[in-house]
């Protein structure tokens, strides 16, 4: 899970980044470590939803929603 403490270091990254100081080589890399963070906290969020969600047929059947096959 992503904080709040986390999500506005991202916020103050991305905005530093589009001064004309731009960021650090570490500060970069930090930016790169939470963005990744966030996606992956977002990806288990979005999951976690999915596997609560339903879909409820023409014939009034209740399903759950299944993975895709690739």
Partial sequence: MVTQAQ?????E???KA???QG???EERD?????????????RESLVANLE???IID????KRKV???KK
């Fill in 7 to 11: 999500i506005d270091r991202i916020n």
């Fill in 66 to 68: 299944q993975k895709r």
């Fill in 30 to 42: 930090e930016q790169k470590m939470l963005r990744e963070l966030y996606i992956a906290s977002f």
């Fill in 18 to 20: 589009k001064t004309p």
């Fill in 13 to 15: 990254l991305a905005r």
């Fill in 23 to 25: 960021l650090t080589d």
């Fill in 58 to 61: 023409e014939h009034g059947k």
């Fill in 52 to 54: 609560n969600t339903y």
